[in-house]
């Protein structure tokens, strides 16, 4: 009988203990989307959690709200780009990876000619002759006088002001963009529970590319400080129950036999 009450109280301690792994996790998120409010194509990350099986307490598990977009904020910058409705920039990573992400924050990168977002990825797009996307490549004189259009031409302005088509920037899209692997630097890596990416046309798909816009992070700082308050409620319910069961058991353990 008296193993039994232990083994009880063993498993009371053990589902405030996941209680509390639970709202860390969940500060977290509320830490990491507070830190990148304001950084152009963020997705917010929120912290779910389900009942774990037998009765162990919670399982705690990771949302990304991928496909949530942001509001459009006016740079001027004609490399500052944002997808106006579904889709994504494809970009490299430099090691051969193709991700997909919607941060549109491009700059010339003198050092590789490339036109890079502030995480260091290349814009990808489909020379004007044709072939696949691949790192756009310029001189720092096309560079000084580019132009995108809405169907996703990257033009340049030469000595005479004759305008020369360099490059078409596809937009990309998945089945389920939810279901994307996020990596670092707010991009996303289709996979199994996406589906592939497909390509589409600028304006002729469910996106369209403005240029001199970035669409702003998608997370609610409102809905992000509620969440820290119930929080850290929570953090202190679930500590009272493990301080409790955690008394109780010292009673039980010290019982005269």
């Known amino acids: 009988m008296r193993r039994t009450r232990v083994m009880a109280l063993a498993d009371v301690i053990g589902i405030g203990a996941s209680g509390l792994r639970a709202q860390v996790v969940k500060v977290a998120t509320v ?6 409010a304001r950084t152009p194509g963020h997705r917010k990350v929120a912290a779910e ?16 709200y991928i496909s949530s977009a942001g509001t459009a904020s006016a740079t001027g910058s004609p490399t500052d780009m944002m997808v ?3 889709g994504f920039f494809m ?22 000619g490339q036109l890079k977002n502030a995480a260091g990825y290349a814009l990808m797009a489909t020379p004007n002759g044709g072939g ?30 004759r305008s020369q088509a360099l490059y078409r920037i596809p937009l990309a899209t998945t089945a389920n963009p939810d279901g994307m692997t996020p990596v670092a630097g707010d991009a996303f890596q289709p996979g199994s529970a996406s589906g592939p990416a497909r390509t589409f046309v600028s304006g002729q ?15 609610d700082m409102a809905t992000e400080m509620t969440d820290l308050v ?7 319910a679930n500590f009272r129950t493990v301080r409790m069961g955690i008394e109780m058991l010292d009673v039980v353990l010290n019982m005269k036999r």
């Open 132 to 161: 696949a996307p691949t790192p756009v490549q310029l001189t720092a004189e096309q560079a000084s006088s580019l132009k995108v259009g809405a169907d996703g031409t990257l033009a340049s302005t030469d000595a005479d002001g």
């Open 49 to 64: 959690t389900t009942s774990a099986p037998a009765g162990a307490g919670v399982a705690t598990g990771l949302r990304h």
């Open 205 to 219: 798909g469910p996106g369209t590319i403005r240029a001199g816009y970035l669409e702003d992070s998608n997370v």
């Open 91 to 112: 970009v490299s990573d430099g090691k051969g990876n193709t991700l997909l992400t919607r941060s549109g924050n491009f700059a010339f990168d003198a050092q590789s």
């Open 84 to 86: 106006s409705g579904d």
């Open 230 to 236: 119930t929080s850290q409620a929570s953090f202190m």
């Open 31 to 36: 830490a990491d989307n507070t830190a990148n």
